[in-house]
């Protein structure tokens, strides 16, 4: 519907779009000042490099995640910012750090293998060899099996990984079918209890399995990264919870595929293979308090409303989370540092949010929603306390604070380096005709498509529940999902200059038009509550 030729073949969309356009303002003066200072003037780049390779890995918990608190914090009062602060939110839980980690093949053959320890994951008290077994072992019908075979072992646990060459390129951009696509909305399905219900049964069964291997006293447990390309390339996430008096006691390691088939191939031959580990894991016991970075560039006339920008500061731990979403947070610190350094006076109050705990479900951003805006209960099942507001629907209706009803919107990147192409509208027609006018000076970089979709995964979603317009934008999506999703390859060197500089100038200019309109942006309906799940036999 909003790609020009098939907009007008609706005759009202037409009517709709041309009469908003006449009416919605777009200060092109401001535009050119914002383009100029983004492209001519920038320092993403510099911002990413005291991230990604003065700071590292951020992880929440971790002294690093805290360490990445500071430094934002430190470097938007450097912008020139206004009230930059750390904001505490909390309980997380236990903060976890790698620091050391050397898996070796001793036996048939001396190799080093690529190995990464799981998160949240105790080390070896420093290096331990012993002799590997082969299982595979999903769920409870398989304990019967390993009973009493697995203590002292190193136990390589499940299928073997099919390694292929890619035939695709590894790193992609949309084309016009992809944002085509895109645009066209997804009417949703019903609701689906017994998915839910089927999620929440997987992770019991993961629970059960963990603490199987941990009753057997095995020496670790070692899996394979996802993934048929290999190379190199590992993804590697959380081996245990970081909640406190839940942690995994299993010292968990996933090796790179190609090192894993080696082992598995000589182990069904029938070989002894043994391994050499030496992992050393911290645990932390004060990391219950977590931060956010905020910082502010005051209002004039609207000072008391609001538009917010953000993205998640934290990250996995294996590389150094420069596209997830090192890419979204210096995005998001040179859109605010471009309109500080062009001295605007903006009606409303700009307010820029760094959020720590995304990776652990949103908890950082949610937090401060909850604090600040607005929240639905919490659920009484204890499995289920933790979650977000958008998965509270069932215990009730949003309840909202006075100052909901002063943020104008949030905008937020959190898909990789690749640049912008458009706005996930989030189900909120209202916006269309506006965006659809502040995009026009953007065609030329490629932004042209905008969807009625939602689209999730990331923080926005904890100021759509509760009714605050949040918007995640399009961008092509590069190396993301072959390459530096939660992997050790997600350095600096994915990250793309000229599509960060692109998405920092268009940030900026979003922010800008939100904080000089007349009126605030247009609202959606707040998602009404569900009721209960029908009760379920054997749970
Ligand atoms: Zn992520």
Known sequence: MLKRSTACSLFFTCILTISSFAQEKVDLDMVNRIRYEGFHNSKVMEIASGLMDGIGQRLTGSPNMKRA???????????????????????????????YINVRMVTPDVATLIAYAKAWTP?????????????????????????????????LNGEDPVVRPSTEPLSSRHDEKSLAGINQYQIPGERNDANAREFAGRARAQRALLKFFEDEKVVALIDHSRGAIGGGTVFVQQGGSYKAGQTSNLTQITLATEHWSRIARLLNQKQNVELALNVKNNLYDDAMTQWDTIAEIPGTDKKDEVVMLGAHLDSWHSGTGATDNGAGTVVMMEAIRILRALEIKPRRTIRI???????????????YVMHHFGERPESKDPERKGDPTLLRRENGPVTVKPEQGKVSAYFNVDNGSGKIRGVHLQEN????????????????????????????????????????????????PLEYDTRTHHSNMDVYDRLQSEDLKQMAVIVATFVYNTAMRDEMLPRKPIEKELPPPPPQDGR
């Open 429 to 476: 027609a209202r916006v269309w005709p506006i965006f659809e006018a502040w995009m026009k000076p953007f065609e030329d970089l490629g932004m042209n498509t905008l969807t009625m979709r939602n689209t999730g995964g990331t923080d926005h979603l904890s100021f759509d529940a509760v009714g605050i317009p949040g918007f995640q934008f399009i961008q092509d």
């Open 353 to 367: 949010g760094l959020w720590s705990g995304e990776e652990q479900g949103l908890l950082g951003s949610q937090w």
């Open 123 to 155: 080390g070896t008290s420093g290096e331990v060899r012993a002799q590997v077994v082969r299982a595979n072992i999903t769920g409870p019908q398989d304990f019967e099996k390993y009973k009493g075979k697995l203590e002292g072992k190193i136990v």
């Open 69 to 99: 608190n500071e430094w934002t914090r430190d470097k938007l009062a450097d912008f020139k910012l206004s009230n930059a602060h750390l904001e505490p939110w909390g309980p997380f839980g236990r903060g976890w750090s790698n620091e």
